[in-house]
């Protein structure tokens, strides 16, 4: 049960609305945003490394399957990682 008044139960849900809009709705925008304004030639690199077939190469992000968009996140982080090692390596 919610011990304050009513305004501050309506100024709570919209901090939550801030929050939610601020920390999780980007990061699989952004994912999106990559996957969708891709290089052809990038495309082909994230879905062979996801274990993708090259039909997704043609797909958008809100085509694909749940495990598919998993899979392509995975090989994108993976590949972040990568590059970071990368990149510490020839300084």
């Not at 190469?57 to 972040?80: G, V």
Request: glycine content about 4%.
């Amino acid at each position: 049960m919610f011990m304050g008044s009513e305004s501050q139960r309506e100024r709570g849900l919209q901090q939550i609305e801030v929050i939610k809009k601020t920390h999780f709705h980007s990061s699989a925008c952004r994912m999106q945003t990559l996957f969708d304004t891709a290089p052809d030639a990038w495309k082909v690199t994230l879905c062979f490394h996801a274990g993708l077939k090259a039909r997704h190469t043609r797909m958008t992000f809100d085509e694909l399957s749940a495990e598919e968009k998993r899979l392509i996140i995975d090989a994108i982080l993976s590949m972040k990682s990568f590059g970071h090692k990368l990149n510490t390596l020839f300084k």
